[in-house]
């Protein structure tokens, strides 16, 4: 069973408006993030020697759902998160194919304590979302994402290194992600494997970090 909440939290279209760029993008099907392609890090946490034992996990920024279902598939209980409802669509329909259940919320991840996602998140995930934000926007995530997360709890961020790319995200320095969270230790970050990226981004230092609340 899937359940799909579909509030947005904020002022009405304060969300919507920071989402035109991502919504055009997927309504024109612009979306070279979603590769139908688990990363090798998150399977590594998953499935390798000292693999994480399913608890609960938030994908922060989650898109057409591939990691969630993912996660989903081996016995995590997930919600997603993402504020365009295309994206979202996708990502039931895909997890109905999966038959998997998930939670798809769709609201702002800038504003997660409006939208009621509960706590005790053991893993969080945040693949190409949190990069993007602004030091407002992210000091606004560190505070809803510090009331979602258990105690010692994995956080994985991939990022890009920090370059202004026009609409493209600006992406983050190892320095900056920590700032922006208080709270959390870098376990290790890791040059990201097997991803394919076109040729301007490829430059951009893809970077995988994992991070546990202390
Ligand atoms: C580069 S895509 C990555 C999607 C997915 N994590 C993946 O790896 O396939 C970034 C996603 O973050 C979402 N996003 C960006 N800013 C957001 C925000 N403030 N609140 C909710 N979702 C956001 C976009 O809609 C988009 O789906």
């Given at each position: 069973m899937t359940v799909e909440h579909t509030q947005i939290a904020g002022r009405p279209g304060a969300a919507d408006a920071s989402s035109i760029g991502y919504r055009l993008l997927y309504f024109l099907g612009i979306k070279p993030w979603d590769q139908g392609r688990v990363p090798p890090e998150l399977v590594q946490l998953i499935e390798g020697e000292d693999a994480l034992p399913p608890g609960r996990a938030l994908d922060l920024?989650?898109?057409?759902g591939t990691e969630s279902i993912y996660l989903a598939q081996h016995g995590w209980q997930v919600t997603g998160v993402d504020y365009v409802a295309r994206a979202l669509q996708t990502a039931r329909k895909r997890a109905d194919a999966a038959r998997v259940a998930a939670q798809w919320v769709r609201g702002d991840v800038t504003q997660l304590p409006k939208l009621n996602l509960g706590d005790g998140y053991t893993l969080l995930l945040d693949l190409g979302c949190f990069h993007g934000l602004n030091e407002a926007q992210r000091t606004a995530y560190a505070a809803g994402v510090a009331q979602t997360a258990a105690r010692g709890a994995n956080f994985l961020i991939f990022s890009f290194a920090p370059q202004f790319r026009g609409p493209a995200p600006r992406g983050l320095s190892r320095e900056e992600i920590m700032r922006s969270l208080p709270g959390w230790e870098l376990v290790w970050s890791r040059p990201a494997s097997g991803m394919r990226l076109p040729l301007p981004l490829k430059r951009a230092n893809p970077t995988f970090y994992r991070l546990r609340r202390r």
């Open positions: 920024g989650c898109g057409g």
